[in-house]
């Protein structure tokens, strides 16, 4: 991971960028611009955190490992949230390992930094704080969907979270990734992908999945994909809104 004190980057996380411009400018020197790479650890379970992240581009899952070795996503975090968000409820663990699934940038901070700043009882607290709900929404339904949705419909799902926080069509993820992240075996990926695919929603070659109908993929998926979608735009009235560029070393 390359690190970097010159935060050149427009802010597009959403949480920093719905501060405004004094408060945002008061965290920023302890801030630290970072690139995170594919299956990067950045804290694992049960173990303290010393920082926290604030992604760009990069997604980050928490990963539950059960004593079999069998992996299940229990969340993801992208541009619309912080990674690490168990500090800001008294606790300096998580009982998940957070697992960079995609690269990219994101922004980092010591964890006694940031809870200084949260304990000022500013527009970062709330901020956070209702975040921190709608991340209990998304791993509450993520848990009801993988018990009564189909692989196709968790996978439509699935695609359509990491399509919003990437902010791009296209991206890298392989079947077997996949396959862990969704808790099921391989095959039963390739026979949801396979279907998407032939329904003309995705394309599928070489690691590189590419979404071809929107729509009919939003079709495809559970309802889980609205709520949790509707329940953050709700929170923190920000996931609509273009990042605001406070950048600049």
């Known amino acids: 991971m390359s690190v970097s004190k010159q935060l050149h980057l427009p802010i597009k996380n959403q949480i920093l960028a719905a501060m405004t411009t004094a408060e945002y400018q008061r965290l920023a020197p302890n801030l630290e611009q970072v690139e995170l790479e594919v299956k990067q650890v ?92 709608g991340l209990f929404t998304q791993v509450t339904q993520t848990l009801a969907c993988n018990s009564i949705h189909t692989i196709e419909r968790r996978l439509a799902r699935w695609l359509l979270f990491i399509a919003d926080r990437v902010q791009s069509e296209t991206f890298a993820l392989t079947q077997e990734y996949i396959a862990k992240m969704l808790g099921c075996r391989r095959s039963g990926v390739t026979v949801a992908a396979g279907a998407l695919s032939r329904a003309g929603m995705i394309s599928y070659k070489r690691g590189t999945i590419n979404i071809l109908n929107r729509p009919g993929l939003e079709g495809s998926s559970c309802e889980c994909y609205s709520i949790i979608k509707d329940e953050y735009t709700r929170l923190l009235s920000v996931l609509s809104q273009p990042a605001l560029d406070k950048g600049g070393s």
Do not use: W
Not at 57 to 73: A, F, N, P, R
Not at 91 to 115: C, D, P, R, W, Y
Not at 117 to 123: A, D, I, L, T, V
């Open 42 to 133: 950045l804290y694992k379970a049960n173990e303290p955190i010393t920082h926290v992240y604030f992604p760009h581009q990069s997604i980050v899952s928490l990963i539950c490992t059960h004593k079999d070795g069998l992996t299940v996503e229990a969340g993801i975090v992208g541009n619309d949230g912080m990674v690490g968000v168990s500090v800001i409820l008294g606790s300096n663990t998580a009982n998940t390992t957070a697992f960079v699934q995609i690269s990219g940038s994101s922004l980092m901070i010591k964890t006694e930094l940031l809870i200084a700043e949260f304990n000022r009882g500013g527009e970062l607290q709330g901020l956070l704080l209702r975040y921190t709900h």
